[in-house]
Nanobody, 117 residues
Framework: QVQLVESGGGLVQAGGSLRLSCVASGMIFSINGMDWYRQAPGKQRKLVAS???????TYADSVKGRFTISRDNAKNTVYLQMNSLKPEDTAAYYC???????????WGQGTQVTVSS
């Protein structure tokens, strides 16, 4: 039974920081790339950051230089460190194990991030 559980969301003032965590179970975590997406009300879910099984990272232009994705394979956890937060970062953030040869992909339940001005 594959499960992705996000945590770390909350309320923060503009300029502040949050660290999101996503703990995976029921899968071979170390061979999976992992993604963070976000979705604001009435908007499409969009990719924020990706990390490959080898540790290479990519970011959406809107968060580049402010957010850092990382992983700890020993803890089956992927992180999203969010610094210099802006009101436009307000969204539900979702952890994703993207589809690959072994599975069709999995989503976490989401964690809400709200940034006040």
């Amino acid at each position: 039974q594959v499960q992705l559980v996000e945590s770390g969301g909350g309320l923060v003032q503009a300029g502040g920081s949050l660290r999101l965590s996503c703990v995976a179970s029921g899968m071979i975590f170390s061979i999976n790339g992992m993604d963070w997406y976000r979705q604001a009300p009435g908007k499409q879910r969009k990719l924020v950051a990706s990390i490959s099984s080898g540790g290479s990272t990519t970011y959406a232009d809107s968060v580049k230089g402010r957010f850092t994705i990382s992983r700890d394979n020993a803890k089956n956890t992927v992180y999203l460190q969010m610094n210099s937060l802006k009101p436009e970062d307000t969204a539900a953030y979702y952890c994703n194990a993207p589809p690959n040869r072994a599975h069709k992909g999995y989503w976490g339940q989401g964690t809400q991030v709200t940034v006040s001005s």
